[in-house]
């Protein structure tokens, strides 16, 4: 046996049921017809004629047929659900409350049994906010900012103590307020008038509208917004949400990655020239040289990623690409300098520069026998480094060299790419490279 009633079973009992109690009732079936109705509905409505049959909505000269209570009506006799306090204003002016709950039946159909409230508005607002502490103690404690707005006017019934701290305003300057005025009208808002408005026209809430806004006391701020309907006490609740430094991080980000599909691209482009340009004698001599050089940008990207992207400190690029070439003899090179921060395209570009010297001074210079040793150093001023490379001890360095690949590469890129000079120097005791370029600010 079904544990569930037919529609004859519960219509009969509601019928009995609803004639028992003192609350405006009626119990209706599907298709909004009365099932059955009780005495104190026919003379809530103003009814002397039989109720049984008819439509609920075209009763008391169709005086109930309002978009609320219908709208409410329709979502919950498809669907076996509930709905409390929707506002039906009578005949006369005042204002009931109707709340309905579906009837499970065995059949195809479900019955809806809906009561009607007799307390005014303004008697069920008074008593739950002018009244009921439990509520403000409830949104009190909230800890996001939170505002409680009358329907029709939007004047402020309650702030909670977040939204005074986060505005940085006084309770005097808040309740009782139209919420446009508020603050010098720091709340007068477009997207946020046509929301509210919007909740009372159609809808009963929104959801994450985005404002973004400059108030007087916090500065510029990016808030989302909630709203929301309280339909039996004709208020709205607005909650608040600053997502300001979500929304800086986010905007950080994409700058960031901007950044680095720029960097990756110049990197790319770095990297084909350097394919094609290089010259070698041998496929061996070309894939060494060409994979030495492409080794050098991946020391310089390495740096930079470790500081998110931002600059290299000139110290840790030169230790990077310089002393895995010495296999334990660092004591060979001896770097000397202050604190000098590089940009991205400064890093990539001095890195081949120093690779090039460091790998010519590994097969001809200072580098290449047992004795000879590399002084780095450099100095920074007016917003300019001047590096110097001088090479000791190595091979007697002949005066007048042919100008190899090497030798254009480093004038190049000191030139075009760092914005500076470079200057060569063949002194048979040693090779001096002197290079200097304007340090980005």
Known sequence: MSDRFTNDQLARFSRTVVDAIHTPTVVIDHAGSIQAANRALAELIGETGVLTGRSLLQVAGGSLDQPDLREALEQVLPRAMAFDDVAVELPGGSTVF????????????ELVVVAFDRALTDQRTDEAVESDWLFRVVVDTVREPLLVLSYADH???????????????SESEVSGQHLPDIGHGQWDIPELRAALDDVLARDTSFERLEVEHDFPEIGHRVMLLNGRRIDHLRLILLAFEDITEQRRARRLEEARLSELAHTIKNLFAMVQALAYQTPAPTPDAYKDAFLGRVKALAVSQGILLESEWQRADLRQLLAGLLLPHLHGHEERIEMSGPAAPLSKDQTSALALVVNELATNAMKYGALSNETGRVMLTWEVGDDRLHLKWRELGGPEVNPEPETGFGTLLIEQLSGQQLGGRAEQTFDPSGLLVQIEFPLST
């Open 98 to 109: 109707a709340s309905g709950k579906a009837l499970a039946a065995a059949g195809s159909d």
């Open 155 to 169: 004047r402020v019934q309650f702030a909670n103590s977040a939204f005074f701290r986060t505005f940085r305003v």
